[in-house]
């Protein structure tokens, strides 16, 4: 009785996802020591062209890529963020009250959160939100997990319209109303680039369980398109009755996300591309943006 009450006050001040519940079967708690760092630098896009771009990193060292944090259900998350940026910055993680943090430049702040539920749960800077530091790139994935038997990839899926993110650096005002992107990203690649992210590139084998984990961290809506297969909805933060709906074509709205179980039945290289053509294209040509090739043997 005494280790119920001690975890029911670790979940006592964090909202759930409406189509989970929380699950109590487990009470043995796993630490997980999680370090992000603010930082800023140029985003090279897959035409070798660049912009200014924020992302929240492992060390000091910028890299376009997001940190994604993987939890189990029963872990607690000891996070700490610190800012290596020359200005403000918030931190916060959507759907989870309580987390939203100011952080000066040079500055830390520390958290210590359980998850109510299995899901995806995306962090940001919520400063200005939509148009600027999220915007800019800070915003990334906490999946949380049953388990960690099966087969799991992550798409921290973004687009990018590169004056603005000049103007934005500069200070300058933006719009959304006329917003044209003209780069689109899966963990911060391009195809052909994005090939190389073992994170991302659907492999396995025939009969494997295959969980994707999906976050559109970016201002626009995406319709993901599997070729060759269909997939379940194991999560969805938009809407419980999108749970367990078959599909090749899956619809994923702003700062949405979702969880697919793919069980692959035949061998081959297979695409998966937005049916939004121009999220497939980068710089205006394609397929240089948000395409993927997986290979199942």
Known sequence: MRQLAILFLLHFQISTFSN????????????????????????ITVQKTSFPYLA???????????????????????????NNDSVVHNFAIKEIDGTTKTIN????????????????????????????????GLSGMVCVKNSTDEKSFYWNIKEHQAIYNKLISQGG????????????????????????DKTAVVTGKVGDTIHIFIANTGQSNHS??????????????????HLNRIKD??????????????????VGKYSVHDHNLV??????????GMFVIMEIK
């Open 20 to 43: 989970f519940q929380i699950n109590f079967s487990t009470l043995s708690a796993s630490t997980v020591n999680t370090t992000l760092y603010i930082n800023r630098g140029n985003f």
């Open 105 to 136: 430049p040079s500055d830390t702040v520390s958290f210590s959160l359980t998850f109510p539920a299995p899901g995806i749960y995306i962090y940001y800077d919520n400063i200005g939100f939509p148009k600027y530091h999220s915007y800019m």
């Open 173 to 196: 005002f933006v719009s959304m109303n006329v917003y044209e992107p003209d780069y689109f990203t899966i963990n911060g690649w391009s195809h052909p680039d994005l090939q190389y």
């Open 279 to 288: 999220a497939v294209s980068g710089g205006g040509i394609h397929p240089n």
């Open 249 to 266: 074509t899956f619809s994923i709205k702003n700062m949405q996300s979702m969880i697919l179980e793919l069980i692959p039945d035949k």
């Open 224 to 241: 993901i398109h599997f070729h060759g297969f269909h997939c379940r909805v194991l999560f969805s933060s938009e809407d419980k009755n």
């Open 56 to 82: 929240f990193n492992g060390n000091e060292i910028f890299k376009p890529q997001n940190i994604v944090i993987n939890l189990t259900t029963d872990d607690v998350l000891n996070l700490t963020v610190i």
